[in-house]
């Protein structure tokens, strides 16, 4: 099934109303009171609401597997789950929930019954609930469906801003101004100061358990050092070269095992220009936010979250090409123990290998490397290396476009597409994206 903007937006907010009602039949039944366990203020949930969209997209393909659909379906909700609570806890510092009290848990982010929970969830949505919800969506006409999104959407980010707001206040209680009275005059301090006592209430009343992280002197003086030295810890530069090299080295990888294993030289770079791969750039850039502070944890601990995490990585990528191009860039259906062909058990090992080893042992070392950058210089370079890379991606995008456009025998339109036909021909793209095959309906 294929959906619109339009779709999948109506149930974004289907899905996180029905989300928040989970979670306040939840908490009613454990602390028998009707209590809102939203993050925002009005009766929504996003988590929920962005998981099944995401497992929507993602997943569709699987319907007529029912192991596999709710093994993509855990994978896909687990990793939401993770990223919002390091997220929440990254910006404000706080930690909504904690499963470090049961069994098969990470961090106190995820544990496995969660996750089932979240199978069960996907599976159900896409087999039995959601094909009812779009016949129910067909029945709406269009503009006053147009006209309710637009209405939820502005409700939803003056919650989101108001929410925000008091978070960071109670992040940065020192402050005489908070991010919500910025803007602000004189006479709403007063109903400014009261949405600050609703909302602070509020939040605490339904996560009574709401771990608020205070500033201390060791972060302090990390604050400090980051200052002094380029790149320092896990910020935006240090990032961006991590994605730069990790692109490059994740090629370099590749080419040299398909020599090994094939016996050819073949090109697994992602763009047009330079032997890079953004699965691999992104990947490392993203296990590095992810896996940073737990870099000193146990080995066992970092494979099996490479694992977990390269897993459902390289699904959603091999996904999103397929729908943004059209192009299937890589099919494990012959390998056993595949997940609709586009991840395997043995690379998803292989992804906790490489986790280990690149946060174990090439890492560290990069890191010193990057760090011994001058500051001024190395702050250039960042950018331009960022100007590059945003370049050969777009290039890239065209390119794969008008190659896909150029199967279905369409002509170029304008200047840019005539210069692409002419720069990026079939031959070119095919010794580029060697193992690219067009899906049905592209050719």
């Not at 109670?170 to 301090?189: D, F, V």
């Not at 090439?362 to 890191?367: E, R, T």
């Not at 304008?414 to 095959?437: H, K, Q, S």
Request: hydrophobic fraction near 50%; charge should be positive; glycine fraction near 10%.
């Amino acid at each position: 099934m294929l959906y619109t903007g339009y779709d999948l937006l109506f149930l974004f907010f289907i899905y996180s109303f029905l989300g928040w009602c989970l979670e306040v039949i939840y908490a009613a039944l454990g602390r028998k009171e009707f209590v809102n366990r939203g993050f925002l203020n009005g009766m929504l949930c996003p988590v929920y609401g962005i998981s099944m969209v995401f497992i929507l997209i993602f997943m569709e393909s699987l319907r007529g597997e029912w192991f596999y659909l709710f093994l993509g379906c855990m994978i896909v909700g687990t990793v939401m789950e993770l990223l919002t609570g390091l997220l929440l806890e990254k910006v404000f510092h706080l930690r909504l929930w904690d499963y470090s009290g049961k069994k098969f848990q990470a961090g106190g982010y995820i544990c496995m019954a969660a996750s089932i929970v979240w199978g069960m969830l996907g599976v159900f949505t896409i087999k039995f609930f959601n094909p009812l919800l779009m016949i129910i969506l067909g029945d709406i006409p269009y503009v006053p469906g147009c006209i309710l999104l637009f209405a939820l959407c502005l409700i939803l980010a003056v919650d989101v801003f108001m929410t925000t707001g008091v978070l960071l206040k109670m992040k940065r209680r020192n402050q005489k101004m908070t991010e919500i009275a910025k803007g602000l005059n004189q006479a709403s301090k007063s109903l400014q100061a009261k949405i600050i006592q609703v909302v602070n209430r509020r939040m605490n009343k339904a996560f009574p358990n709401m771990k608020e992280e205070d500033e201390t002197e060791e972060k302090r003086q990390e604050l400090l050092r980051q200052k002094a030295i380029f790149a320092y810890g896990c910020g935006f530069h240090k990032i961006v070269w991590i994605f730069f090299l990790g692109a490059f080295l994740g090629d370099m990888t590749e080419t040299i095992f398909c020599r090994i294993v094939l016996g050819t030289w073949m090109s697994r770079s992602s763009v047009v220009y330079g032997s890079f791969s953004l699965v691999w750039g992104i990947g490392v850039a993203g296990a590095t936010i992810l896996l940073y502070r737990y870099r000193n944890r146990e080995d066992r601990y970092i494979f099996l979250a490479g694992t977990f995490l390269g897993g459902a990585y390289e699904y959603i990528c091999s996904v999103f090409t397929e729908l943004a191009f059209g192009t299937v860039f890589w099919d494990y259906s012959d390998i056993p123990f595949n997940l609709g062909g586009r991840i395997n058990l043995l690379y998803c090992f292989f992804w906790g290998i490489a986790a280990w080893v690149w946060m174990k042992r090439l890492y560290p070392l990069f890191s010193k490397w990057i760090e011994k950058i001058p500051k001024k210089p190395g702050a250039v370079l960042t950018y331009l290396i960022l100007i590059f890379m945003v370049f050969n991606i777009g290039i890239s995008t065209a390119a794969l476009a008008r190659y896909g456009e150029r199967a279905k025998g369409n002509p170029p339109e304008n200047g840019l597409e005539i210069w692409i036909d002419g720069e990026f021909t079939d031959g070119r793209m095919e010794e580029i994206y060697p193992n690219a095959v067009m899906t049905e309906g592209e050719n």
